[in-house]
């Protein structure tokens, strides 16, 4: 699912395809998750539902905190 971005810091996020996506590292036993180069990622089992919930319109918000140093 493509997404468009509405902030400043993301507003190329559909011209960069930025996308959600099922991915099977997103899984709380893996030490690392995290090879989406940005993309938001959801355990395949629930990347249906998840799309089927976004996919009318919603306001999705990404974040982690160890970004915040980037935002001062």
Same mark, same amino acid.
Request: some cysteine; aromatic content about 8%; overall charge negative.
């Given at each position: 699912?493509?997404?468009?971005?509405?902030?400043?810091?993301?507003?190329?996020?559909?011209?960069? %395809?930025?996308?959600?996506? +099922? *991915? &099977?590292?997103?899984?709380?036993?893996?030490?690392?998750?995290?090879?989406?180069?940005?993309?938001?990622?959801?355990?395949?089992?629930?990347?249906?539902?998840?799309? %089927?919930?976004?996919?009318? +319109? *919603? &306001?999705?918000?990404?974040?982690?905190?160890?970004?915040?140093?980037?935002?001062?």
């Amino acid at each position: 699912m493509r997404l468009h971005g509405l902030s400043p810091t993301n507003r190329n996020a559909y011209q960069r %395809a930025i996308v959600v996506h +099922g *991915a &099977i590292y997103v899984d709380p036993d893996w030490d690392k998750m995290g090879r989406s180069l940005g993309c938001p990622s959801v355990a395949d089992e629930f990347i249906e539902q998840v799309v %089927a919930r976004l996919e009318e +319109g *919603a &306001i999705l918000y990404h974040y982690h905190p160890s970004l915040e140093k980037n935002l001062i």
